[in-house]
């Protein structure tokens, strides 16, 4: 058994009764990175240097017999949205290819302080725009379970390299989706916790208030204990909660005996494909078999999430990405005539085409005479779809959805046509709209042998229950996701 | 409600966004916003009187600190990021007509 193919509570123990030592784990995964990242390509930039110094610097801890942090020592990458100090973060856009910011992100800042071996940042959809990782405008992350399919997105490289065993775990962010629908085409764990539960101070912000940081990891126990990581109050965003968070990883116990769940029929219907579909009725079936009281019920305005996600997401992103006028940061066009032009054509060679199309839509609807008809009316929209959840999440302890309408789709099957693109996210788009947790959880694979995750939907700060859900069920052994066979590519690069 | 989304609409908008749209790509990409404003548009049905907007989901309130001096980013580092600076400031062109 290969070092890189382990979990995070798997690596604690060897480290902790010193059966391996971190930087043997370290090296194990960077061997497995080049081995398999021309292939796969997840990485953008890699830090291996410092990760190695990092896990230096645990060993000689515990060689000291110093407790070390849960997580110490484990190598894990960084979605190429979250800032790094001294180390390029690009998101994945020609706008900030050369940007290194001077400051870490709060997570960032709370992985280092807990010596945790960072080897690099990971490919994502442009400025987080997408479901595909296709807009990155440097290159292709690809499926490690079929390297013609697309890994999801945006956060594609966080699932693919944990997917492929580049990164223990994985930081990514999400929107509308974009940690769980990769992690269900990649067959992995992600979560989206509660919004203002993990500091975006140092996110690159897309759509502020529906942005969210999460895991993305091998198993359900390795989510929990980044969750104990990153979870927490920050002075620094002020949308922050101060409360008490809990111990996510003690709350873990495999029961969901007693555990009210709703499965709302709309998620259920129409352009939910068959595979799909019969995968998550035999998990229903498996919560029943554990314990759990499955009920049908309902959620209000369903065909209106997207329109309303759209509307919300893209005013925002268009507010916040103002900001890229080649002054301060970022790419400056090379030849203008004045300072109008100047902003213009920074922006239009610096951004690409769906995050144009985005920051064009989000214009309009929060143009004069437009604003009450589109941003105004999605707001309104917003409250009865939250009320809605808020109602459903009285009755019942969590909800289960699809993650996605189907598997992983093909390069360029979608790209062309931003409506179909956007289909892809119908199932998750509405929980953040609510701002409500959600996790994707293997659950099963296609006829084709495709990943398929179950989404778990919890309520405010109901973390724990969604991930003693996901436990019991990963504990139940209903599934037992299978490892990518990934060709190595070594010495190609 | 059905909104007609025209060329001229396209290039209104995205000379608000300070984005430029080559002449090749209007007609694709008004195409593509008139899609997308018409999924938008499909809200109109929903009856929303009477309701609240959100603008956040869980109740967020001013926070407020006091207002002291703290250390702030060193001037060589932020500028190391600018696409131009001079003496000690960001480079920009004119702003005003002389």
Redesign the interface.
């Given at each position: 058994m290969e070092l890189y193919t382990l979990t995070a509570s798997e690596m604690h123990e060897l480290l902790k009764t010193k059966k391996a030592s971190s930087v043997e784990i370290t090296n194990s995964v960077i061997g497995r990175i080049d081995d398999v990242d021309a292939t796969i390509g997840s990485f953008l930039s890699s830090t291996f240097d410092s990760a190695l110094d990092t896990a230096k610097t645990v060993d000689e801890k515990i060689a000291r017999n110093e407790k070390i942090a849960p997580l110490a020592g484990i190598p894990m990458a960084v979605k190429d949205n979250m800032c790094t100090k001294g180390v390029k973060t690009t998101c994945a856009s020609r706008m900030l290819e050369?940007?290194?910011p001077?400051?870490d992100a709060d997570v960032v800042a709370k992985l280092k302080k807990a010596d945790v071996p960072i080897l690099g940042k990971v490919n994502m959809d442009e400025f987080a725009m997408g479901s595909s990782t296709e807009t990155s405008y440097f290159k292709k992350t690809r499926n490690p379970h079929n390297i013609e399919r697309i890994p999801g997105g945006s956060s594609g490289g966080s699932a693919a390299a944990v997917c492929a065993d580049e990164a223990v775990y994985a930081l990514g962010s999400d929107t509308g989706g974009s940690i769980r629908q990769p992690s269900s085409h990649c067959g992995v764990v992600g979560l989206k916790p509660?919004?203002?539960v993990v500091s975006r101070f140092g996110l690159v912000a897309f759509a502020s208030?529906l942005d969210q940081i999460g895991p993305i990891t091998k198993n359900v126990a390795d989510c929990a204990k980044v969750m104990d990581l990153i979870a927490g109050h920050d002075?620094k965003d002020?949308?922050s909660?101060n409360i008490d968070y809990p111990n996510y990883s003690a709350n873990l116990i495999p029961d969901a005996k007693g555990l009210k769940i709703g499965v709302p029929r709309e998620y259920m219907g129409k352009g939910i494909s068959e595979d799909v579909s019969a995968v998550i009725k035999n998990v229903i079936k498996q919560y029943e078999d554990m314990g759990a009281i499955v009920e049908e019920t309902s959620l209000p305005?369903t065909?209106?999430y997207?329109?309303?996600y759209?509307?919300i997401a893209c005013a925002e992103a268009?507010s916040n990405l103002?900001r890229y006028?080649?002054?301060?940061?970022?790419?400056?066009t090379k030849d203008?005539s004045?300072?109008?032009d100047?902003?213009?054509?920074t922006?239009?060679e610096g951004?690409g085409d769906e995050v144009?199309?985005r920051?064009?839509?989000?214009?309009?609807?929060l143009?004069s005479g437009y604003y009450d008809?589109?941003y105004?009316?999605?707001?309104?929209?917003?409250?009865?779809i939250?009320n809605g959840f808020s109602d459903e999440l009285d009755k019942y302890d969590l909800l289960l959805t699809p993650v996605t309408p189907d598997v992983a789709f093909k390069f360029g099957e979608k790209s062309s046509?931003?409506?179909t693109m956007?289909l892809e996210d119908i199932c998750t788009v509405s929980i953040n709209?609510?701002?409500v947790p959600a996790i994707s959880v293997p659950c099963g694979v296609n006829r084709e042998n495709l990943p398929i995750g179950v989404q778990l939907i919890g309520k405010?700060f109901g973390e724990p229950t969604l991930l003693r859900a996901a436990y019991a069920f990963e504990q139940s052994g209903f599934f037992t996701p299978q490892k990518p066979q990934i060709k190595s590519v070594k010495g190609s690069k | 409600?059905k909104t007609v989304i025209t060329e001229e609409?396209?290039r209104y908008?995205?000379n608000?966004?300070?984005?430029?749209?080559p002449d090749g790509q209007i007609n694709a990409?008004t195409k593509?916003?008139a899609?997308?404003?018409a999924?938008?548009?499909?809200?109109?049905?929903?009856d929303?009187s009477g309701?609240?907007?959100?603008?956040?989901?869980?109740p967020?309130n001013?926070?407020f600190?006091e207002d002291e001096v703290r250390p702030s980013?060193?001037r060589d580092?932020?500028l190391?990021?600018?696409?131009?600076s001079s003496a000690g400031c960001?480079f920009?062109?004119?702003?005003f007509d002389e």
């Open positions: 050369n940007y290194i001077m400051y509660t919004y203002g208030s002075e002020s949308t909660f305005l065909d209106y997207l329109a309303a759209y509307i268009s103002a006028d080649g002054i301060k940061y970022g790419y400056r203008f004045d300072l109008t100047l902003y213009k054509k922006r239009s951004f144009k199309r920051i064009i839509l989000g214009t309009y609807v143009s008809a589109y105004k009316k999605a707001q309104q929209v917003r409250t009865i939250r046509d931003p409506i956007y709209i609510a701002g405010h | 409600m609409d396209v908008v995205a608000l966004a300070k984005l430029h749209v990409l593509q916003m899609d997308i404003v999924l938008a548009d499909k809200l109109s049905d929903v929303t309701i609240e907007p959100t603008n956040h989901v869980i967020v001013n926070v600190r980013y060193p580092e932020m190391a990021n600018a696409p131009m960001y920009v062109p004119y702003t």
